[in-house]
């Protein structure tokens, strides 16, 4: 599930929530009541696998190999 993360508007607490992306949002700070903003965040992935880079590109001489005249 994602973690959302809301600001206060009166307090300025910023507070993380894991919720489904079908849940509604938060409205109530926890700390004094206030309105809450939902926050958007820098996502983070990870690339898996061997990838172009490591299985060609990375080592001298790699890429595409032809064969042919001259």
């Given at each position: 599930?994602?973690?959302?993360?809301?600001e206060?508007?009166?307090?300025?607490?910023?507070?993380?929530?894991?919720?489904?992306?079908?849940?509604?949002?938060?409205?109530?700070?926890?700390?004094?009541?206030?309105?809450?903003r939902?926050?958007?965040?820098?996502?983070?992935?990870?690339?898996?696998?061997?990838?172009?880079?490591?299985?060609?590109?990375?080592?001298?001489?790699?890429g595409?190999?032809?064969?042919?005249?001259?």
């Amino acid at each position: 599930m994602p973690i959302y993360e809301y600001e206060c508007t009166e307090c300025g607490e910023v507070e993380e929530a894991v919720q489904k992306m079908t849940d509604p949002p938060l409205t109530r700070c926890k700390k004094c009541s206030g309105a809450l903003r939902k926050l958007i965040s820098h996502s983070t992935f990870h690339l898996k696998g061997g990838g172009w880079y490591s299985d060609a590109y990375s080592s001298p001489g790699g890429g595409a190999k032809t064969s042919g005249g001259s």
